[in-house]
């Protein structure tokens, strides 16, 4: 164990001297870390370790998602689909609807049960059908409706990453919370209200025709065809339109949406996919002369008249936009529409002073621990304490180094990991060194009493600290935020004192006996 191989000893060399490299930039200031990265090349360290919104301050969001509506919704569109197979199959019925979570219908001739029962199954053969004589049930297995919920939520989380970091925010945290929440912290924002509004808006856009033979006085006083509904106008306070519920084209098509300027007025542009495209071209060239109204959350957002065919699958949309709030739809247009309506239960934000505090805290309390811990080592173990306090200066840089690469966010409980594997970073040489103890009382020469306090510590020194590592990847699986930030951090430095304990103090120690070739150790 004393003897190292130039191979092994090149190794531990190039993870100190990289692992210093790599913790620099945090402490060296951010001018000099911005001086880096425009001077050196892409490769060379510049990386510093993220902050968490409890160090940095920011913004914390906790959304609730309405994944009932996905649910309610799918459930309207099965009374309409069914509407429509039945009258495509000419199935006499009375008495469509829903009702209790269940589509209801009565066959007007009950011979035509075993028909309609094949019918539904072709629209789908996951609903739970009950048939009594002419009276049809349908309704969603629970198992259908807790896939769709589960994907509504992935779908969710997805989309409310994307359109944050559309902002331009870095290092945004956003994960679920439960079977419908959804936890966003957004360090270094101090401002959430634009993120708030982009969050807030389930963005389906649609575009319909406008039912321009339609009293809107009658259509407010209910008057409605069952093919029309009436809607307001995003722009203009107390105006609505009546428009067909037919969808020409769907916003589910779009592949690109840009804010520009045309007639030095903020507009939106906006591309389809070859689907979207063909249908819009197809519905622009078959209702030259008519209103066709764009649809953002049931609000008619525009109007214009379609003066001519639109076949090259893009358009414009104009509207009273500010340059912010044409910039903010087209943001929402390229994120896509969320499946459910989205609300915010809670908001907190913490300000950068208190951020500031929390760091200067943790900084004083690493160093107290490093201090005591220090000066506990060399008071205890003499030189080969300073040789563990050399080794432990090389663990902190490793730990910072493997943050820095990572890109880890660091929180106020990862500086308590932090400071809890420096307070225990050096049991591992705890238990090297009280073992070279033993073997000097047993009157071993001092290179075989070290080469047999390394080999015979080396299974204590694992045994130990799997038991902490197992805890800490533990606690990361089955913790949240703040808990997994302080199992990170623990992680890396249970695996950084362990290599610094075994590898680095080993080859100081090494070094040591070559050079002096001692009678007696100094422990």
Same mark, same amino acid.
């Given at each position: ?10 190794? !531990? ?202 009293? !809107? ?123 459910? =309506? ?79 594997? !420096? ?94 070739? =001692? ?5």
């Amino acid at each position: 164990m004393v003897y190292l191989e130039r191979w092994k000893v090149i190794l !531990i060399a190039t993870i100190c001297v990289l692992g210093v490299l790599y913790a620099a930039p945090n402490v060296i200031g951010a001018k000099a870390v911005s001086w880096l990265q425009r001077t050196m090349p892409a490769a060379f360290p510049s990386q510093t370790v993220n902050l968490g919104l409890d160090l940095r301050g920011g913004s914390h969001l906790l959304l609730e998602v309405a994944v009932d509506t996905v649910i309610d919704e799918r459930m309207q569109g099965l009374v309409d689909q069914t509407r429509t197979e039945l009258r495509g199959a000419r199935i006499g019925y009375t008495d469509l609807g829903l009702s209790s979570g269940s589509v209801h219908f009565n066959l007007t001739d009950p011979a035509q049960a075993d028909k309609a029962k094949q019918v539904v199954h072709d629209m789908d053969n996951e609903l739970d059908v009950s048939v009594t004589g002419g009276d049809f049930s349908l309704k969603m297995s629970e198992a259908n409706i807790v896939e769709r919920k589960r994907a509504a939520m992935d779908q969710s989380i997805e989309i409310v990453r994307r359109r944050i970091d559309e902002t331009g925010t870095r290092e945004p945290s956003i994960q679920r919370e439960g079977d419908d929440r959804i936890l966003v912290q957004l360090p270094g924002v101090d401002d959430p209200e634009r993120i708030k509004n982009l969050l807030g808006q389930t963005a389906k856009l649609t575009f319909r025709l406008v039912d321009e033979t339609a009293s !809107i006085p009658e259509a407010q006083a209910g008057h409605l065809s069952a093919a029309t509904e009436l809607l307001p106008s995003a722009e203009t306070q107390g105006q609505f339109l009546v428009v067909q519920k037919r969808v020409m084209v769907s916003g589910d098509t779009l592949v690109d949406a840009q804010p520009s300027f045309q007639n030095g007025e903020p507009v939106v542009s906006f591309k389809f996919d070859s689907v979207g495209g063909r249908r819009f071209g197809e519905a622009t060239r078959t209702n030259v002369g008519h209103l066709f109204a764009i649809v953002l959350d049931n609000k008619i957002i525009s109007a214009p008249v379609i003066r001519e065919p639109i076949l090259g699958g893009a358009g414009v949309i104009e509207g009273h936009f500010t340059t912010q709030s044409a910039q903010d739809l087209a943001l929402l247009l390229r994120a896509g529409a969320l499946p459910a =309506p989205i609300k915010i239960l809670e908001e907190r934000t913490v300000g950068p002073g208190l951020g500031a505090d929390s760091i200067k805290a943790g900084a004083t309390a690493s160093l107290i621990g490093l201090a005591l811990v220090v000066v506990f080592f060399i008071f205890a173990y003499g030189l080969f304490g300073i040789f563990g306090t050399i080794a432990l200066m090389f663990n902190i840089a490793l730990v910072f180094a493997i943050l820095s690469i990572l890109q880890a966010t660091l929180t106020l409980p990862g500086i308590a990991g932090i400071v809890l594997a !420096i307070a225990t970073a050096l049991d591992a040489n705890v238990l090297v060194f009280e073992r070279i103890r033993e073997e000097l009382r047993l009157g071993r020469s001092p290179i075989s009493a070290i080469d047999a306090g390394y080999s015979r510590a080396l299974s204590a020194i694992i045994d130990a600290n799997m038991t902490t590592l197992i805890a800490a990847i533990l606690l990361y699986i089955f913790g949240s935020g703040p808990v997994k930030g302080f199992a990170v951090t623990l992680t890396i430095g249970i695996i950084t004192s362990i290599f610094s304990a075994v590898m680095v103090t080993r080859l100081i120690v090494v070094w040591w006996l070559r050079a002096t070739k =001692p009678k007696t150790i100094p422990i």
